[in-house]
């Protein structure tokens, strides 16, 4: 019987427990969305965390049974830096050492930027990546451009371009909840936003890019729909050019980017990369570039626990020890 790893990751909005073996097939992948109160645009970490420990047993409660876990790996920290810090991940860690010491299995603490990461490599199906690319991680809680560097067990991340203000999910969000939208509003934005057709869209509204170098700005974009909102455009056109403004501002700057720094692949994760809308303009404006562009469905996009499950299994099969 194959082995099998646990991953656990307690995001900013949602809780998650993914089992997979040593084949890297999926037993088990499931999250609890944090619930945010209606009209608000977020929660505080207490809130959350204590969100997280309420939910934690619940999806522990439907894990297959009758079979060893050798591996229990877990978000430690939002980036794979020693300095990165956020409250909410302390319950994951809570969680995976109760279990790592009474089960008497290998522990395996990583980052939840590394999560995202190794799910999206998997749910891209699984390409053979250089060892230097360029991934996007676009969410509501980071929006940055890194170079990558692969790792044994995990990766090594740089930060090559970020926002400067808003994240891409916080611009969705805050956008989302103005036009009545229920906390997070990204799947609901892009509903209205698939009933626009595009080429329909009158040339007097537009959402522009704010660049800064290869950096971006999304405070001006979330200014720009507030005004075309208050003049009376229509919720549809103003979603729709809300994401397509996020899409062209990802495209320029990966374009500059490419000047100077060397990678072939680019790889797209977060919830916000997870919208198809974002998805068709990029490839639209990337397409002469010659870049491989990978991108994954939404279930290995969001916050997840899979890329957390799959490290397991790297670490199972590679036998280093990580501490």
Do not use: W
């Not at 595009?198 to 959402?207: A, L, N, R």
Request: proline residues 3%; contains cysteine; glycine residues 8%.
């Amino acid at each position: 019987m194959s082995a099998l790893s646990l991953g656990i990751d307690t995001s900013n909005y949602t809780t998650s427990v993914a089992l997979v073996d040593e084949n890297e097939k999926m037993i088990y992948n499931k999250g609890i969305l944090l619930e945010v109160k209606s009209g608000e645009r977020g929660l505080r970490q207490s809130d959350a965390l204590f969100q997280h420990v309420q939910h934690l047993p619940r999806l522990l409660a439907d894990l297959p049974r009758g079979r060893e876990i050798e591996v229990i790996c877990y978000s430690q920290r939002p980036r794979p830096l020693l300095d990165s810090y956020m409250p909410v991940f302390r319950a994951g860690e809570s969680l995976a050492r109760s279990l790592a010491g009474v089960l008497d299995v290998k522990l395996l603490p990583v980052s939840h930027q590394e999560n995202h990461l190794r799910a999206a490599i998997y749910g891209s199906g699984s390409p053979e990546l250089e060892t230097t690319f360029a991934a996007v991680h676009f969410s509501g809680g980071t929006s940055e451009i890194l170079l990558v560097q692969k790792k044994d067990i995990g990766y090594d991340c740089e930060i090559i371009a970020q926002t400067r203000d808003l994240n891409a999910g916080q611009l969705v969000d805050r956008i989302g909840v103005l036009m009545g939208c229920d906390f997070p509003a990204g799947e609901a934005l892009e509903a209205l936003a698939k009933q626009v057709v595009p080429e329909s869209i009158s040339s007097q509204f537009v959402i522009s890019a704010t660049m800064d170098g290869s950096d971006f700005h999304f405070s001006g974009q979330e200014n720009q729909a507030q005004r075309l909102l208050q003049a009376g455009a229509d919720q549809e056109i103003v979603a729709y050019l809300v994401l397509k403004a996020i899409a062209k501002t990802l495209s320029k700057s990966i374009g500059g980017l490419r000047k100077n720094h060397p990678f072939q692949s680019v790889l797209f994760s977060g919830g916000v990369m997870s919208n198809q809308i974002i998805k068709k303009i990029v490839v639209q404006e990337l397409q002469a570039s010659g870049l491989n562009l990978y991108f994954s469905p939404g279930e290995y996009s969001r916050d997840n626990a899979v890329g957390n499950a799959l490290m397991g299994i790297d670490y199972y099969k590679s036998n280093e020890v990580r501490t």
